[in-house]
Every structure is written in structure tokens, then in C-alpha cells.
């Protein structure tokens, strides 16, 4: 055994945060049971649709990247003493971006890699934006952040729905009375390519940009002047400004940076798994991924863990309601289960941390 990893399970939060996972998963179990739906076959369906297959591996971590994007960026405004619950409409901005400039932006034309590189990038950026109106509104006129981000969300996700009831927008033209409301399928050009190139196991190239990006915001957070900044900043925002630090352009700027992890959150939805914009595209991606920032407590390790642990739970979620007819609600019930074991099991750590 590599002593990195003796040295992480001889924390005791490593256990007793499994303890808590292992105990919230048994009560979910038990509401099943009570449900009148057979264990085994609820266990055997949620196995099936998490793990059970190359498919279902590749869905749950597709899955996974999406929250672990908006994990990191949680966690990167969290420096900053920010709170960006923005993540549901940075998503959904990044997908309405990506759609267009995949169906109408002309990055079909461009040359290969470029053309599903574009609209990632854009969406990025789109999303990079919606974040920094709320930064804006932080640092110019005092506007709470959390209120800010959750409103730009609401709007954010309506602007989804507006765009896909519409011919004018990015509706696919009406042919009948059986069209539905959604986008034209993207070009094959834009689509993110898979890193098997088959279908049976479509895990795309996002996940090795998410690793990436994972390693690159631990690295800022904990090796550079930029995290040390934001540290100071989140910490005693006076202190820092006497100090010469620019505080608006933190502020502005590590919200751009959260949103454009949404953004770009968003489009590797669109272009690596649904390739058509939908009404309820982002799903409440953006929320789960949040909850999985806040259960990181500022933790790049911890997100990527926590977005692990929801991805498969979504997956096999579904699986277990498609194939053992529980109610996806039971599952985000188990979520929220998790959430508060989780929650207080992280109190009890820092009352017997903290120094009487």
C-alpha cells in the first residue's frame, strides 16, 4: 500500500464519512423495502445502472464530470468567502451558447478539432459571464452573491425553455404536429469526440479536460499567489484592500472563473452526451454540483470524490426506476440523506478539532 493512501485512510474523517454514506444508503434500503419493492431487485437495478456494464460506467462519469465542474468552481469562489449557487443556470447558458455556435456559428466548416473546440469554448466563456454579472453586482453595489447567482439561474434556465419553444431562436423547424420543442441535433463535427469511438462505452474527451482542469484549480488554490490572494480576500476583505489587493477584479474574477467551469459544464452535456438542446436540459446538474462543492469544505480531492459518489447514484437511480419501478424522488431522497449524515459528521469533526 503507497503511503498516500495509508495516510488518507488513517483520517478518521476518511471513515466516518463512509460510516455516514454506508448509513444513509442502508435507510435508503429500508424505505425500499417498505415501499413493497423487493431489495435484491432494487439493489441488482441500481448495480445494473451504475456499474453494470461499459455503457453505464461511461454514463455515470459523464455524469460525474459535470458536477465535479461545478464542484470546482463552488470551491474556487469558496476561497474567495463567495458563494456561487449559480451552477444550474451557468450550465444552461453554456448549452443555449453551445447549441447556436454549433448549429449556426459555422464551426461545422472549421477544421477538425476546431469545430467541437469552439463551441465548448464559447460556452465557457458565456457562462464565465453570467457569473461575473453577479461579481459585478458584489463588488460595485454590495448585491448578495447567493441571492444574485440563484435569480441569474432562474433566468438562465427559462432562457432554455424560450429557446427551444422558438422557430425565431433555436427551435428545429415545425414539420407536424409531433415536433417537439428542442434544438436540431448539433453536426457530427461538433460533437466531442469518444476516447473509445464506439458507443458502447461513450466516455468523451471532457473527462480528460476535467482531470485537468481539477489539477489546475488545486494548483492555484494551493501553490500559487493568485490562491493566496483570494485566501486573503475571502478572510479579511479589509485587511486586503489596505493591503493594495485589487478586490473587484477578484471578486468579478474568480465568479467569471466558477461560471465558466458551469459553462463549460454545460456544453460537454450538449456536445458529449445530448446533443440537442432540451426544456430541462441542465436537470439540476448544477444544484447536485453544488451540494458537492459545500460537502468538499474546500477540497479538490473532495469534489472529485463527491462528484464520483453522485454520478453513480444518478445512474444507478434511474436504472433502479426504470428497471424496479422506485421512484427517482426515493433517490434524491437518499441524496439528501447523504447531505445531512455527511453535514453532520463534518460538524462533529470540527467540534472535536477545534482547540477549547
Known sequence: MTSPWRSALARPAVWISLAAVLGALAFGLLLVALMGVPVGDAIEAFAE????????????LNRSLAFALVGLGFVLAQRANLTNVGGEGQIAVGGIVATAVALYGGAKELPAGLAFVLPALAAALAGGLWGAIAG??????????????????????????????????????????????????????????LLTGDFSMPLHWGLPVGIVLAIVV??????????????????????????????????VGVLFAAGALGGLAGAFMLQGEQYSLKTGFSSSYGFDGLVVGLLARGSVTGVVAGSLLFGFLRSGG???????????????VIQGLIIVTLAGAAHRLDKKETPR
Open 218 to 251: 488545486a494548483v492555484v488554490l494551493n501553490r500559487t499567489v493568485l490562491g493566496l490572494r483570494l485566501r486573503a480576500v475571502g478572510l479579511n476583505p479589509l485587511a486586503a484592500r489596505r493591503a493594495g489587493m485589487p478586490m473587484v477584479s477578484s471578486v
Open 49 to 60: 445502472g451504475a456499474w453494470g456494464s461499459p455503457y453505464a460506467v461511461a454514463a455515470s
Open 318 to 332: 434511474i436504472n433502479m426506476e426504470m428497471s424496479a419501478n422506485v421512484p427517482t424522488a426515493l433517490v434524491v
Open 136 to 193: 459585478v453586482l458584489k463588488a460595485k453595489v454590495g448585491t448578495n452573491e447567493v441571492i444574485s447567482t440563484l435569480m441569474l439561474s432562474f433566468i438562465a434556465v427559462w432562457m432554455v425553455y424560450g429557446s427551444v419553444q422558438s422557430e425565431q431562436l433555436l427551435r428545429q423547424p415545425v414539420s407536424n404536429a409531433t415536433t417537439l420543442p428542442e434544438s436540431l441535433e448539433i453536426p457530427d463535427p461538433t460533437k466531442i469526440p
